[in-house]
């Protein structure tokens, strides 16, 4: 074996198609079943239908996917989505213009953002701990503030924006496409991105290469709650109101896509595009049960067998990558 | 950013150093003023004085190794001039101006760069990323990284090295020696002007080692300073234009490469003349407790041994050359491709646990995390391996456990004021009998012991030889991995020496010597 066969390069066709994780291998499967199942699982409503689900996902499993390379995860995400839509929900019934009360969103987004990051980078505090007390934290701030109940009644700016178009794509789903592509370029085409990749990796390279690591991995938590908490505007314009607790269990779906899609807890080695095949997946399967009318309790059951299906998939490919060798 | 300390020596003890001879043999290579120069460098931990005084001249151009046993000072050598410890006394000269070397930054910042063993790639960014990692702002433009000039660049170094490594491949899908050939380029992009390498040999193969010869080579001819520290002989005669020796934290000696045999380093090595025997009482083994046939494991080939009841076997070598998977093995800790082993006579149970519960006992060179549960008791401890005879009919019996603990903390002189004192507040000689206590517990046959004396301190030591002692008048047959030959020549009956993950010797009686170990551990 020559030395240039035995270094696999993460470029190339082959390598491309070879590295399809098991949820990709799912999603097709799940596509072609549901459509000999119920032709119209593949009309046009519903493609959209899901296409918006998927969106509203990836605005948080996108930001996830840089949490997880860094070895970390942020179980928060779900309460600030909560938060951050009861805020703008009430800066706008206070009588904010739209940009205020986004703003505002942003900021205390930011501040949560910024208190993980602080805890986990600089503290060293284990990820999972720090961020299911701030999970507590968010989600009772969010029902302090809204006593629990949904508020609505406020502009319907954001619902005509939720609604938009842009051309002819629905706007979450334009919008979704922006982030990707704006995370894409951070990710692999800015020095950011190989530090978030470094500090899953080997944390102490980077600071050996004279890069304020924490700085970097305090950066990250930050940039994904902002995402997150902006992404809970799109949110409330589905329903034109807020609700406390909508994020409960978004942040499972979320860490589920991307690691349906192959992005590992370990050691920075992931990719981007596999939060999109797994949220893909996620949205196909409920969507697909949903017209089957399947229970929405059984759809759980069902993620949670999807999940662990794909991981067996991963590795047994991964045993018979290594038999092969 | 001096260290804060007094400077002795300013001209340096130069009568060890030979620089004239350097500059006639390294003629027409304008070798007259050394590149890098420590001087004086003085060096205390508590309890450890790791270097004493060490001055070092390393030439531009010039292999310069540095040979000492295990806990010479080598490895606070490199951290020393790495910046990663501030030296107490002394100070490091880069082309006779002096510098001061407070930190990693700094040292790479003066063409300063060490190769460790454990490497600093990131597994899941590529060869080109890797290697320039945090100097992306030479490739970026508008924020944008132009990867494709940073894979121009990389292949440049590569090529330079003549390596033909795909530049996109993943540090992660290296393997070791292709990890340290992408170090090394990482070292020279950065435009190291010395080159420190720790021990480069010790994780690969023969075939890759020549390579890595042959780059070092290469690299000498462009001037670069290589500081190599090894203590294989073979490749301190091939490579190294300076040999120096260090002993005890302290230069030994410094010479050129054929001012020197290999026997007269080893000597330097050791330090004491040859021969020096120790009392040791002889004792009258019994029947084999243990033998191994032909057992060979993904990192060790074709061990044999065997062990009696009532003798300690020693297992010699250097660090790295298989002895802890010699007993990990035995202990059933690692799987076995292929070969017998057999426990007081009968066929050895094939699982960790079977071996267990047929009397085998490990005691891990990392006691503290495979040894102990650290936050738990004496109690605890001493009995998880032996937990259910703490059971009456049936139930935990703290009473029962409580009991046997007292026995044992007595037998062996434990220093614990109660059973339920937590294990990590012992010191490290009483946490070391402890997990001696959770196999006499057990009811061990055979005593696996791997590094029992690092880390305590002459009390201790004296109290675990004793206990050694102690077992084997019991019966047990005792394997002893230590890399202190003083204790190894006087603890055990013969000794078993390795190399390169086999066993190439078998010292027994007045064979069993210091030099003799230490000449088949490092031979060629």
Redesign the interface.
């Known amino acids: 074996m020559s ?2 066969t ?6 190339g066709i082959g390598q491309f198609l070879s590295a399809i994780p098991g949820a990709g291998i799912l999603l097709i499967l799940m596509l072609a079943l549901f459509t000999i199942v119920n032709p119209r699982f593949v009309s046009q409503t519903n493609l959209i239908n899901v296409g918006l689900q998927t969106s509203l996902l990836l605005m948080i499993a996108l930001p996830m996917t840089l949490i997880i390379l860094t070895e970390g995860l942020d179980l928060s995400a779900g309460a600030l989505v909560g938060l951050s839509g009861v805020i703008v929900a009430e800066a706008l019934l206070a009588g904010w213009g739209v940009f205020a009360a986004c703003t505002a969103t942003l900021a205390v987004s930011i501040a949560f953002g910024a208190l993980n990051g602080v805890l986990v980078a600089y503290l060293a505090l284990p990820a999972f701990v720090v961020t299911l007390g701030t999970m507590g934290l968010m989600q009772g701030i969010a029902l302090v503030l809204t006593n629990g109940d949904p508020v609505g009644g406020f502009t319907p700016a954001i619902e005509i924006f939720y609604r938009s178009q842009l051309w002819f794509i629905p706007l979450p789903i334009a919008i979704a496409a922006a982030l990707y592509a704006a995370l894409w ?1 951070l990710l692999y ?3 950011l991105g ?1 530090y978030v ?2 500090i ?3 944390k ?3 600071r ?4 304020r690591a924490n700085l970097v991995h305090l950066a990250v938590y930050v940039l994904g709650s902002a995402i997150i908490g902006l992404s809970a505007v799109l949110l409330i314009g589905r329903t034109n109101s807020a609700h406390p607790t909508v994020g409960i269990g978004m942040e499972f779906e979320a860490i589920a896509a991307v690691v349906l899609g192959g992005t590992s807890f370990e ?4 990719w981007l595009f596999g939060a999109v095949l797994g949220a893909l997946a996620i949205t196909v399967l409920r969507n697909g049960l949903n017209i089957l009318s399947i229970d929405s309790s059984l759809q759980v059951v069902c993620i949670g067998i999807l999940l662990i299906l794909a991981l067996l998939i991963d590795q047994a490919r991964k045993q018979f990558v290594r038999r092969a060798t | 950013m001096m260290h804060g300390t007094e400077i002795q020596n300013e001209q340096g003890d130069r009568s060890l150093h030979t620089p004239m001879a350097a500059g006639q043999r390294m003629a027409g290579r304008k070798a007259d003023a050394p590149l890098l120069r420590l001087v004086g460098i003085d060096k205390s931990f508590p309890g450890v004085h790791a270097l004493k005084n060490v001055s070092l001249d390393v030439y531009a151009g010039e292999v310069h190794v540095i040979l000492g046993q295990n806990g010479a000072g080598k490895s606070t050598l490199i951290k020393t001039l790495y910046g990663a410890y501030a030296a107490d006394r002394g100070h490091i000269e880069i082309e006779g101006r002096r510098v001061a070397v407070a930190g990693p930054a700094d040292a790479s910042a003066l063409g300063i760069a060490v190769i460790f063993q454990e490497f600093s790639l990131v597994p899941y960014l590529d060869i080109a990323q890797n290697i320039f990692l945090g100097r992306e702002a030479a490739f970026s433009r508008f924020g944008l990284v132009d990867f494709a000039a940073m894979h121009a660049a990389a292949r440049i170094i590569l090529d330079d090295l003549g390596l033909d490594y795909d530049t996109h491949a993943y540090a992660a899908n290296l393997g070791v020696a292709q990890q340290q050939m992408v170090e090394i380029a990482k070292a020279l992009s950065q435009n190291a002007r010395v080159l420190v390498m720790d021990e480069p040999t010790a994780a690969i193969s023969e075939r890759e080692s020549d390579r890595l010869f042959q780059t070092i080579t290469r690299l000498t001819e462009r001037r670069v300073a290589i500081v190599y520290i090894s203590h294989r002989m073979k490749e301190v005669q091939m490579l190294g234009d300076r040999i120096t020796i260090l002993r005890d934290g302290a230069v030994v000696t410094s010479v050129l490469r054929d001012q020197k045999s290999q026997a007269e380093m080893v000597g330097a090595m050791i330090g004491r003349a040859s021969g020096s025997q120790l009392v040791r009482t002889p004792r009258t083994p019994g029947e084999p407790v243990l033998s191994a046939r032909d057992v060979s494991t993904a990192k060790l080939s074709d061990i044999s041994i065997e062990i009696l009841a009532g003798e300690v076997v020693g297992l010699a070598g250097l660090v790295g050359s298989g002895r802890t998977e010699v007993v990990r093995a035995l202990f059933g800790a690692d799987p076995i491709a292929i070969g017998e082993i057999s426990l007081l006579g009968s066929r050895a149970p094939t699982t960790l646990d079977g071996r267990v519960r047929a009397g085998m006992a490990l005691l891990p060179e990392d006691r503290k995390q495979e040894g102990l549960a650290l936050p738990l008791d004496v109690r605890d401890n001493a009995t998880v391996a032996s937990l259910w005879r703490s059971f009456a009919s049936g139930w935990f019996s703290p009473a029962k456990a409580e009991r046997d603990t007292h026995g044992l903390i007595a037998q062996l002189g434990i220093a614990a004021h109660s059973t339920r004192q937590s294990v990590h507040t012992l010191s490290g000689g009483n946490q070391q009998k402890v997990v001696l206590a959770k196999w006499l517990a057990a009811g061990a046959k055979l005593f696996l012991l791997d590094e029992p004396t690092r880390g305590v301190d002459v009390g201790a030591k004296a109290e675990i030889y004793r206990l050694i002692d102690q077992l084997v008048d019991g019966g047990a047959g005792v394997v002893v991995i230590s890399s202190e030959l003083p204790e190894l020549v006087q603890l055990c009956d013969r000794a078993y020496v390795m190399r390169d993950h086999r066993i190439v010797g078998h010292l027994a009686g007045d064979a069993l010597t210091e030099r003799a170990i230490l000449e088949l551990a490092v031979h060629q």
């Open positions: 030395v240039t035995s270094l696999q390069g993460k470029s370029l085409r800015t020095r190989n990749i470094a899953g990796g080997n102490d390279a980077l050996l290469a004279g890069i050691k920075g080695q992931g």
